[in-house]
T-cell receptor
Framework: SQTIHQWPATLVQPVGSPLSLECTVE??????LYWYRQAAGRGLQLLFY??????ISSEVPQNLSASRPQDRQFILSSKKLLLSDSGFYLC????????????FGEGSRLTVL | GQNIDQPTEMTATEGAIVQINCTYQ??????LFWYQQHAGEAPTFLSY??LDGLEEKGRFSSFLSRSKGYSYLLLKELQMKDSASYLC??????????WGAGTKLIIKP
């Protein structure tokens, strides 16, 4: 079966510190992968998506970056966090069904102080 | 621009029926999703509609009218565990999901 995991689940970071969120998928090959951010009371904002190793598309210009070093690994990074980076970050992959539904990781709650 | 509208919050009583509406405006349309999201957790898939009409799945049903840019999620026999946010998302012509802000559903005993 297909599974997705992301970590860490919760982190508190000072402004200006680096960030690394990691996401891995099992049970599928060459999945489309996504990073979303969800701010309180707002819809999911697509940050990055990837259709293959080393292929990253950025949807929103910001101080975040993404990398896909392996087929089933997707990493969200920042060199210097801003207060506005606080939020709930979700990794997702697109399922194989014709509907194209997304399966989400557990989420990572980031608080920047 | 692309836009999804759904009510911010709704309240219903345990055992009752509630309908959550969603209207969308997208560049092209390739389907409408509903997801359930409990507080602090990731969204989970509930339904997908691409053709007009009603899709029933147990206590949950989803309706789509493409001509009206409208969908609703119908929840029957409400249970306390149905307290959650319900996210509407439309798939545009590029097969990218456009998300609504979610409707927080509060169930009262």
């Amino acid at each position: 079966s297909q599974t997705i995991h992301q970590w860490p689940a919760t982190l508190v970071q000072p402004v200006g510190s680096p960030l690394s969120l990691e996401c891995t998928v099992e049970g599928t090959s060459n999945p489309n992968l996504y990073w979303y951010r969800q701010a309180a009371g707002r819809g999911l904002q697509l940050l990055f998506y990837s259709v293959g190793i080393g292929q990253i598309s950025s949807e929103v210009p910001q101080n975040l970056s993404a990398s896909r070093p392996q087929d089933r690994q997707f990493i969200l990074s920042s060199k210097k966090l801003l207060l506005s980076d606080s939020g709930f970050y979700l990794c997702a992959f697109k399922g194989l069904a014709d509907t194209g539904e997304l399966f989400f990781g557990e989420g990572s709650r980031l608080t920047v102080l | 621009g692309q836009n999804i509208d759904q009510p911010t919050e709704m309240t219903a009583t345990e055992g009752a029926i509630v309908q959550i509406n969603c209207t969308y405006q997208t560049s092209g349309f390739n389907g409408l999703f509903w997801y359930q999201q409990h507080a602090g957790e990731a969204p989970t898939f509930l339904s997908y509609n691409v053709l007009d009409g009603l899709e029933e799945k147990g206590r949950f049903s989803s309706f789509l009218s493409r001509s009206k840019g409208y969908s609703y999620l119908l929840l029957k026999e409400l249970q306390m565990k149905d307290s959650a946010s319900y996210l509407c998302a439309a798939l545009d012509s590029n097969y990218q999901l456009i998300w609504g802000a979610g409707t927080k559903l509060i169930i009262k005993p």
